[in-house]
């Protein structure tokens, strides 16, 4: 059973460290500082967190002297060939007092090629079960006294480390939100400018496109993708000539052929504004069809982004309702009709179908 960690901070310092760098993780919780208190306390000449990123150990913060060992911040090395591999996989114990004592480490090429005389790691793993990388802690010598309660004290000081990294995680994706969520005002405003009924539009589509979502059951990342790309959708307008975005009458084929750019233009605009770049897949396929019929690169069925299955549903129920330059609005009825005629040819029949519940309830 692993320590509390004020068990841990608590607990009668061995002689291998002193205390001064557990206060410093308990006053100042960072994977630095972590990481440099399990050095301390175990007497080890490195210690070190590293994260697993496609087959590769990444040794994301290093402290001790990390050069002996041939290792340094930032560099990654190959999985298979790391002691974390084996010790995950069940061919080596977490704890190592005795590296080359030991004939399944021994004759391992990191045991010569680091100098590696003892070696203890556990799995960094975040609260939802995800492992993202490894606490470790080497020395070139042998450490005979290495025992169950310092694998106690990894273990919770890995803890430690993954609160502190979905801290960071969860900042930036806060960052990231706000980044997005101002340069979508900006480029909004400027649709409403250069055209009302888009801008107006827009608010609608996304304000319907959400509920649909959320009645869907979609978890907060996707509700707020769909979020995105509901408001963003028609932002390709901007670039449109008024002759052909408000004319009154039918459009030209040639006309359609602008207009039916603004998907590719609204992908441009956002793969060019920073934060946006995310949506540019989802706005771009806004008007594919369910059936492969739709524009600009005729995707079909699963192919299109969820978020833009959603609020293509979501666009066109809007624009059935609203008055347009060519026509005035048609009844609720009539939308409801259209949306349930089409669905599974122009519309993914899974939204059209949560459109429809959700306006049977209001």
Known sequence: MALRNDEVLNRPVAKRGDAAALSDVALHPSVESAVEAVREFLGMDIAYATEFVGGVQQFRVLRGDGESFGMSEGMSVPLEH???QRVLDGRLPSLMPDVRGDERSASMRATEAADIGAFATVPITLSDGRLYGTLCAG???A???LDLRDLQFLNV?????????ERAQQDEQLRALALEASASSALLTALAARDGYSGEHSHAVLELAVRVAEHMGLGEADVQQVRQAALLHDIGKIAIPDAILNKPGALTDDEWVVMRSHPVLGE????ATSGLESLAPVIRAEHERWDGAGYPDGLAGEQIPLASRITLVCDAYNAITSDRPYRAALSDDVARARIAEN???QFCPTSARALLELLGER
Do not use: E, K
């Not at 000081?157 to 990294?165: C, E, G, S, T, Y």
């Open 157 to 165: 000081f890995a803890r430690i480390i993954a609160d502190q990294i």
């Open 268 to 271: 441009q605009i956002a793969l």
């Open 343 to 345: 669905a599974g040819t």
């Open 82 to 84: 790391t002691y974390c």
């Open 139 to 141: 020395s070139h010598t």
């Open 143 to 145: 450490a005979p006294s």
